[in-house]
Every structure is written in C-alpha cells, then in structure tokens.
C-alpha cells in the first residue's frame, strides 16, 4: 500500500493531460455510465486532456463480448454525448474499450480482472494506474472493495497509483457512513479514495471560490457586518423519474441537501484558504461544517421543514401526487422538499441565517445563492419608501442560466426622488460561450491526475452526517402532521415561507425568466 500520496492542486495555467491509467468500471451497463461517464471521457478526449496510454474495462453481469460493449458505447455516445461524433476519435475511443462479464461476489471475477488488467496494461502502457470506479447501488461499495483489496488490485507498487471512486449516497446516516469508511480502509487508505459530489464538478460552483478569494471584490463585506442573510436554493423541476424505489428510502434531506446543497454551504461561507490545495480547501470546508450549529428537537420543529408534493401541474403537464409514483410507498412519510434554517457559530457569520431549501416538482429548476445584504442607508432621503425595497442582493446564478446578479436600489429618472431595484447581469454563456460539460469531466480528470480538491474527506462526510442525524432522528418518530404538503409546480409548502416570515425575511422571489 502506498504512503500519503502528496498531490499538487489543480493546475491553473499549464494545462496537463491526465495520468496513463486503466480505469475499471463496474456497473457499466448502467444508467451513469452511459449518461455521464462514457460522455465525460469522451470529452475529455475531444479537449485532447486524456492520455494516448488510458483504456477502460466496463464489468458488469451481463455476457457482452468486447466488440458489442463497444458498439453499445457508441450508440449511447450518439445518445448521450455528441449526436455528431468525430469518426477519428471513435475510433481511438473504442480502441481502448474492454468488457469484462463478472459476479461482484465472486473472488474468480476479480482473479479475471487482474488477468486482463495486466493485459491492457501493457497494450497500452497504462505504467499499471488503475482507477476503479464504483458506479453500482451503494450496497456493493463495501464488497467490491474488499474482494479488490484481496485480489491485491489496491496496492501501490513502485511509481503506479490506484485510486477507488465512491459514488453517492455514502452512507445513510452517521454511523453507517463511519462503518462504510472504516471498510474502505480495510482495502485503500483515505488517499486513494475519491468519493464523488457531483455538484462540486459544476463549472459554477468552482467559480464560488474564485469569485470570493480570487477576484476579492466582495470578501471585505462577506460577514455579519453587512450580510443580513444567506439563501440557497436547488430547485427541480422533475420528480422522481423511475427512481421510486431508490428515492423512497432516501427522501431529499439525505439525497440533496447533506451532501450537494451542504457542499455548496461550505464553499459560500468557509474562510479563504491559504492555498488552492486539497486538504487546505477541505480543512477551510472542514471548518465550517464543524461550526455549524447542532439542533435539537425543538430546533428542528422550528428551523426545518419538510414536505411532499402533491398532484399539481408544471407548465401544462399533470404532475401525480409524489405518492401515486411508481415504486413508491402509497402511504410514505419521505419528504420530497426541505428548507431549513442553519447558524454557523464564527465571528465571520455570528448571527447570520443561512435558509436553505431544496424540492421535487418544484415551478422552475433553478439553482442560486443569494446574499441579502443589510440595509445601510447613509443618508435619509424624504418621500422615498426606502424600507418597501428588497434589500440589495448579490445572486449566484449556479444553473440552469449560469450567471451573477446584482440586484441594487437606484433613483428612478424624473423630478421627483424615487428609487427603485435594478439589476446588473452576467451571463457565463454570453462570454465563454455554451458549456456542455456535466461536471464529470472535472471530476474523472482530476481524479486521474490525483488532485483531491474536489472530492469529500472523510471526517467533512461525518461531520455532515452529524449535522443532519438529530434531524433524521426526530423525523422517524415526529407526529405525522409534520410532513407537509405542497402542489407539483408550486415553490413549495406555506410552512416555508412562515419560517422566513417569523424573522421578518422572506424567500427571495425567483422570477420565472431567469
Ligand atoms: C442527484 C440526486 O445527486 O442530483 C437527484 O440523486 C437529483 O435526485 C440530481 O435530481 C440533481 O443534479 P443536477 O446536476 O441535475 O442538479
């Protein structure tokens, strides 16, 4: 096994490919490899950013021979990522694509991995990286790495890497997230794992950081002192989509907010790192989830909501209740929306609110941060209703129409003194053009080149997990009436927006255009 690997941080100027790797995918007939990790490759090998010496073994149950995994690739390249693929690059794609047809409980399916990794090793003179990605349900994580560990396909020889991949959910509460962990450790060291947040690959939540330590215009007004609250919002449009079975036992508290949303959180409100650098970043993120104000019971009736859509319409599409999906429980309690009010107990944020909300079959997809400012009005101006104004917002536009807002007061023209709000613009399209990119580009290229930035340590995992339990805790034995519900196409349940109102706040309103 390998010593701590010392990795470098994201390059920023001089653009690297990625490491000579073999990257093993188990669960490769399934819906994430085709929908984003086949497409994330190929981009990546259209942006010339992966190595001539890289190749990919898709292992699965399923009896394909090599050739039909490849043209099943193609077509869902078609499908998924380009309707026009360069016939060059396919090739060279397709090349470097393998089947292997295994039992993930069987030790004899990894003894036929080893065999043929080290054929496609030296095919490709892959200088024996291997990245295993886990894009199985998460019941098989634990195994998996287990029979790899004894397989002896984790160990670190000489100057190759191994690297394990952990998609979400990791882990449905504290204490499973902590048992998962520790029998990850039994195989890899916390080095060689990167557990996925995809949300951390979007080119906008990036641009959080920079737009806070890089450029510097806003962070001497980043705290109490002049921000009087914070709002996050992810908001869907879809339901559940087929994914009744899945989500039912998941519910939006453990599936958005604890890792996506509280990812988002960290990066909004963490100190500067000293450094672009993995465990400087994560130690600034590690920080804030500490700070994080824990609730009781009582807290929770006040500063979380939850709730259920019930049927409604988006545009003109009848949305049936979430109860009537398929695979769903008919008398299931799973919250399908929550908001949720936190405190982070530093001098940064003392007293500041952070509101945040997250929903199924919601009126737009939408996913912002807003900064509500605090109101410092120097001067007193007669006849102007100044306090009917919103208050000056800062808005952190992460998709779907990436972008920053500022939404300010300003005199309307005319003799009398009149102010109204007005925004300022910016639209990422309008000056980098349309960005395909899903995220996973980023991810599968930094993990390649083993730059942890981007990716959940373990002790910032449980410390969420510890955040959210005593929620999860209260709800499992709450009175019914305690899950709410709201009309699929609305912005959510009323009870909601009486949480802002008892502050004296209110959810901003997203207008329907933005
Ligand atoms: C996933 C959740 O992690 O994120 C889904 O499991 C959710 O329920 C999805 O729909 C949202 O991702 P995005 O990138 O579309 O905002």
């Given at each position: 096994?390998?010593?701590?690997?010392?990795?470098?941080?994201k390059?920023?100027?001089?653009?690297?490919?990625?490491?000579?790797?073999?990257?093993?995918?188990?669960?490769?007939?399934?819906d994430?490899?085709?929908?984003?990790?086949?497409?994330?490759?190929?981009?990546?090998?259209?942006?010339?950013?992966?190595?001539?010496?890289?190749?990919?073994?898709?292992?699965?149950r399923?009896?394909?021979?090599?050739?039909?995994?490849?043209?099943?690739?193609?077509?869902?390249?078609?499908?998924?990522?380009?309707?026009?693929?360069?016939?060059?690059?396919?090739?060279?794609?397709?090349?470097?694509?393998?089947?292997?047809?295994?039992?993930?409980?069987?030790?004899?399916?990894f003894?036929s991995?080893?065999?043929?990794?080290?054929?496609?090793?030296?095919?490709?003179?892959?200088?024996?990286?291997?990245?295993?990605?886990?894009?199985?349900?998460?019941?098989?994580?634990?195994?998996?790495?287990?029979?790899?560990?004894?397989?002896?396909?984790?160990?670190?020889e000489?100057?190759?890497?191994?690297?394990?991949?952990?998609?979400k959910p990791f882990?449905?509460?504290?204490?499973s997230?902590?048992?998962?962990?520790?029998?990850?450790?039994?195989?890899?060291?916390?080095?060689?794992?990167?557990?996925?947040?995809?949300?951390?690959?979007?080119?906008?939540?990036?641009?959080?950081?920079?737009?806070?330590?890089?450029?510097?215009?806003?962070?001497?007004?980043?705290?109490?002192?002049?921000?009087?609250?914070?709002?996050?919002?992810?908001?869907?449009?879809?339901?559940?989509?087929?994914?009744?079975?899945?989500?039912?036992?998941?519910?939006?508290?453990?599936?958005?907010?604890?890792?996506?949303?509280?990812?988002?959180?960290?990066?909004?409100?963490m100190?500067?790192?000293?450094?672009?650098?993995?465990?400087?970043?994560?130690?600034?993120?590690?920080?804030?989830?500490?700070?994080?104000?824990?609730?009781?019971?009582?807290?929770?009736?006040?500063?979380?909501?939850?709730?259920?859509?019930?049927?409604?319409?988006?545009?003109?599409?009848?949305?049936?209740?979430?109860?009537?999906?398929?695979?769903?429980?008919?008398?299931?309690?799973?919250?399908?929306?929550?908001?949720?009010?936190?405190?982070?107990?530093?001098?940064?944020?003392?007293?500041?609110?952070?509101?945040?909300?997250?929903?199924?079959?919601?009126?737009?997809?939408?996913?912002?941060?807003?900064?509500?400012?605090?109101?410092?009005?120097?001067?007193?101006?007669?006849?102007?209703?100044?306090?009917?104004?919103?208050?000056?917002?800062?808005?952190?536009?992460?998709q779907?129409?990436d972008g920053?807002?500022?939404?300010?007061?300003?005199?309307?023209?005319?003799?009398v003194?009149?102010?109204?709000?007005?925004?300022?613009?910016?639209?990422?399209?309008?000056?980098?053009?349309?960005?395909?990119?899903?995220g996973?580009?980023?991810?599968?290229?930094?993990?390649?080149?083993?730059?942890?930035?981007?990716?959940?340590?373990a002790?910032?995992?449980?410390?969420?997990w510890s955040?959210?339990?005593?929620?999860?805790?209260?709800?499992?034995?709450?009175?019914?009436?305690?899950?709410?519900?709201?009309?699929?196409?609305?912005?959510?349940?009323?009870?909601?927006?009486?949480?802002?109102?008892?502050?004296?706040?209110?959810?901003?309103?997203?207008?329907?255009?933005?």
């Open positions: 096994m390998s010593t701590v690997e010392t990795k470098p941080a390059q920023t100027a001089n653009i690297r490919l990625s490491d000579p790797c073999a990257m093993v995918i188990f669960g490769a007939a399934g994430l490899t085709r929908r984003k990790l086949f497409p994330a490759l190929y981009h990546l090998a259209e942006n010339k950013l992966l190595s001539d010496n890289f190749c990919v073994i898709g292992t699965g399923r009896p394909y021979s090599h050739e039909v995994y490849r043209e099943k690739v193609v077509e869902d390249l078609k499908e998924f990522a380009t309707a026009n693929p360069d016939p060059e690059l396919i090739k060279w794609f397709v090349e470097r694509i393998y089947f292997l047809q295994g039992d993930f409980k069987d030790p004899a399916s003894k991995l080893n065999e043929l990794l080290n054929q496609v090793d030296t095919t490709h003179d892959t200088k024996s990286n291997h990245l295993y990605y886990l894009a199985t349900p998460p019941d098989w994580f634990g195994p998996i790495a287990d029979q790899l560990g004894k397989a002896g396909l984790t160990s670190q000489k100057e190759s890497w191994k690297r394990l991949v952990v998609e882990g449905d509460d504290l204490q997230a902590i048992a998962l962990n520790k029998q990850l450790l039994g195989s890899v060291e916390e080095s060689q794992i990167y557990r996925i947040d995809h949300y951390l690959g979007k080119e906008t939540v990036q641009n959080i950081m920079v737009f806070r330590f890089a450029d510097g215009l806003f962070e001497p007004i980043w705290n109490h002192n002049y921000i009087d609250n914070v709002q996050i919002t992810v908001a869907e449009t879809v339901g559940v989509e087929g994914r009744g079975g899945y989500y039912d036992g998941v519910g939006a508290l453990r599936d958005m907010l604890q890792n996506h949303m509280f990812q988002v959180l960290a990066l909004t409100a100190e500067p790192p000293a450094r672009y650098e993995a465990e400087i970043v994560r130690d600034a993120k590690r920080d804030v989830f500490r700070a994080i104000r824990r609730m009781k019971s009582e807290d929770v009736i006040r500063n979380v909501v939850r709730a259920q859509y019930a049927e409604g319409t988006i545009g003109s599409k009848a949305i049936p209740a979430y109860r009537a999906e398929p695979s769903v429980n008919p008398e299931s309690m799973t919250e399908t929306y929550v908001a949720m009010k936190l405190f982070i107990d530093n001098g940064r944020w003392k007293n500041v609110p952070f509101y945040l909300r997250t929903g199924k079959s919601l009126a737009k997809r939408t996913s912002e941060i807003a900064i509500r400012f605090r109101r410092q009005t120097l001067t007193k101006f007669d006849d102007m209703a100044i306090e009917n104004l919103s208050p000056s917002t800062l808005i952190l536009r992460l779907p129409d920053i807002n500022l939404r300010m007061g300003a005199k309307v023209p005319g003799p003194m009149k102010m109204d709000m007005v925004e300022m613009n910016f639209c990422y399209k309008d000056y980098f053009g349309a960005q395909g990119a899903g996973y580009e980023t991810l599968l290229y930094d993990i390649m080149n083993g730059d942890h930035t981007l990716f959940t340590r002790d910032n995992l449980e410390t969420n955040i959210v339990d005593p929620i999860l805790n209260y709800w499992a034995s709450a009175p019914k009436d305690t899950l709410h519900t709201y009309p699929a196409g609305s912005w959510g349940p009323k009870e909601s927006s009486n949480m802002l109102s008892k502050d004296h706040r209110r959810w901003r309103r997203i207008p329907a255009n933005t």
